[in-house]
């Protein structure tokens, strides 16, 4: 029992990083219909871009963890921003009218560049951070086993739940939510109607890579540890958790992250630490066998 809320608890966590990073995934496909090949990418940049911050900010003498990390975040946010509206503007926006595989195959052209632009100019070594964030308390005790929760996973958790409230606030109830599900309904006709879709695209874009680089950031801290290949791996488990919950639902890419997270943590604590990725892909296979639109997904209406 204890050891299995253990692997419960740390699936969670990584559930939750990968929720983290499927909401960028399931906010740019409800306004274009395109999967942004290249957010996996900008997820590991705004983890390098962290680990740099804070590594600048500590050889200033910045000592206070709390302020460091705000700074760090604020100005790695920012960079990658500027990232995910290049990425918008070189890879989507010129293909835009084009036919659908067009800018799919410039998403993924755009990942590789960025994945080794990070590679060529950070090396392909692992760059690892001290832990900033230690501690926790324990949960229970059963035979000898420690069941511990450290303050670092109530961190990821609580901070994906806070970033979901708000863009979900965001997309239902402010003036650029409206123009969002505008354009998902029908973006000639949002154009029609006033709605400047290339601003309210470039925004989308711009909003997912901040979300991509928090997640980064929590990666960062909570492994300790990056290369310029976390990108991909996180991306496709990410992109899958967005399918899994139902893509273009906030709440269910969280859903399908904390789902591939606890099947990943479960299997690799029950079964084989080298199939995890197999059982994961497994489940997905057979949910849309029975559920094609996702856990919270809603069937696509064809216009005629």
């Not at 306004?31 to 680990?51: E, K, T, V």
């Not at 980064?216 to 488990?237: D, P």
């Not at 059982?279 to 996702?294: D, H, N, R, T, Y």
Request: with cysteine; net charge neutral; hydrophobic share 55%.
């Amino acid at each position: 029992m204890a050891y299995a809320l253990q692997q419960i608890i740390n699936g969670v966590t990584l559930g939750m990083i990968y929720g983290l990073i499927a909401v960028g995934y399931t906010m740019v496909y409800g306004i274009i219909g395109m999967i942004n090949f290249a957010h996996g990418d900008i997820f590991m940049i705004g983890a390098f871009l962290s680990l740099m911050g804070l590594t600048v900010l500590s050889a200033l003498g910045i000592t206070s963890v709390p302020l460091a990390l705000a700074i760090t975040l604020i100005l790695a946010c920012g960079i990658a921003a500027l990232y995910g509206w290049t990425v918008e503007r070189i890879a989507y926006r010129p293909l835009r009218g084009s036919f659908r595989l067009a800018p799919l195959i410039s998403a993924i052209g755009m990942s590789i560049v960025l994945q080794n632009f990070v590679q060529v100019s950070q090396g392909a070594r692992d760059l690892n951070l001290m832990p900033l964030i230690p501690g926790g308390f324990k949960v229970m005790e059963q035979d000898g086993f420690v069941v511990q929760l450290s303050w670092m996973q109530v961190m990821i958790s609580v901070t994906t739940l806070v970033m979901l409230a708000i863009f979900t606030w965001l997309v239902t109830k402010t003036s650029l939510g409206r123009s969002m599900r505008a354009c998902e309904q029908d973006i000639k006709m949002a154009t029609l109607l006033g709605i400047d879709t290339d601003r309210t695209i470039s925004l989308t874009f711009v909003i997912g890579a901040a979300l991509a680089t928090v997640a980064g950031m929590m990666f960062l801290l909570y492994y300790g540890s990056i290369n310029f290949y976390i990108g991909f791996s996180a991306g496709v488990k990410a992109f899958t958790a967005a399918v899994l919950g139902g893509i273009g639902s906030l709440p269910g890419a969280v859903l399908g992250g904390l789902a591939i997270g606890l099947i990943e943590s479960l299997w690799s604590g029950y079964a084989s630490v080298p199939y995890k990725d197999v059982a994961a892909f497994s489940v997905l296979a057979i949910v849309l066998i029975f559920m094609p639109s996702g856990l919270l997904g809603r069937a696509d209406i064809e216009k005629v």
